[in-house]
């Protein structure tokens, strides 16, 4: 199943009114919920099942109204062990700034706690905050203002120490 299928059924899902579809096949799990007008919105969860046991892929989950997604696992560069990888964890354009006329929202250097949010990424319309899993000091912005990123791109070098 691509993106554009997903995509597609997401957006059946939102208007058939119906509050949770899940969906699964060999390789994947798809959770669909919708919450009523006093809720957070729509909530996405896709889930890759591993085809080897060493390789593990777990989506994450992409709401309406500016809304929290979890940076999947984070990975230690090879080139550097001490510095750990924040990866993409949608498909979209990333943006570093809230809004044009906002400050960013990291730079490199600054000291970085769990839970804050390090950019954000457009997703069908959706601006999605991604949240540091980890606390630490950015070391280095992968990714340039306004670039298109893929699922799983690293996006931050950040040094966990």
């Given amino acids: 199943m691509d993106i554009k299928e997903i ?8 208007k058939s009114g119906a ?37 593990q892929v777990v989506g994450t989950p ?16 090879s080139e550097d062990s001490k510095y750990v990888t924040i990866k993409s964890p949608i498909i979209g354009t990333f943006y570093r700034k809230p809004a044009p006329d906002k400050p960013t929202f990291v730079e ?13 990424i457009e997703a069908m319309k959706l601006f999605n905050d991604i949240e540091s899993e980890i606390s630490g000091k950015i070391v280095k912005i992968l990714v340039e203002d306004s670039s298109p990123v893929e699922f799983d791109q690293p996006l931050f070098l950040v040094d966990p120490s």
């Fill in 19 to 55: 509050s949770e579809v899940k969906l699964e096949t060999d390789d994947i799990k798809i959770t669909i919920r919708t919450g009523d007008g006093m809720s957070r919105g729509e909530t996405t969860v896709v889930q890759q099942i591993p085809m080897a046991p060493a390789q």
């Fill in 108 to 120: 490199v250097g600054d000291t970085i706690g769990q839970g804050d949010v390090l950019c954000v």
């Fill in 7 to 14: 995509q597609s059924l997401i957006k059946f899902v939102a």
């Fill in 62 to 77: 992409m709401q309406v109204d500016t809304p929290q997604v979890a940076v999947p696992a984070v990975e230690n560069v």
